[in-house]
Nanobody, 117 residues
Framework: QVQLVESGGGLVQAGGSLRLSCAAS?????MGWFRQAPGKEREFVAV????????NYADSVKGRFTISRDNAKRTVYLQMNSLKPEDTAVYYC?????????????WGQGTQVTVST
């Protein structure tokens, strides 16, 4: 059974940093992060290829967030720096045919990120 488990969310002041982790029961898929703020639709944040050699980011996080993966640990990370209040959302890990415009079949349960002013 495919499982994705996120961790690392929390409360941070604007300008601060957090690192999200997504532990997977497999390592053979592209993986990405999406987020959903209250009252808004889920949106793409970042994606990384299976090999880790290709990444893509939403314009809103480019230059501030970095996605990476460690296939030996079957874990994907999202390093978030220079956080802004508008980054507040539930962040979801996604695996499968993930891209900036498509989502894979597998989702984690989500982890809350709250950025205070």
């Amino acid at each position: 059974q495919v499982q994705l488990v996120e961790s690392g969310g929390g409360l941070v002041q604007a300008g601060g940093s957090l690192r999200l982790s997504c532990a997977a029961s497999f390592s053979s898929y592209a993986m990405g992060w999406f987020r959903q703020a209250p009252g808004k639709e889920r949106e793409f944040v970042a994606v990384i290829s299976w090999s880790g050699g290709s990444t893509n980011y939403a314009d809103s996080v480019k230059g501030r967030f970095t996605i990476s993966r460690d296939n030996a640990k079957r874990t994907v990370y999202l390093q978030m720096n220079s956080l802004k209040p508008e980054d507040t959302a539930v962040y979801y890990c996604n695996a499968g045919w993930v891209s900036s415009t498509t989502t894979g079949d597998y989702w984690g349960q989500g982890t809350q990120v709250t950025v205070s002013t």
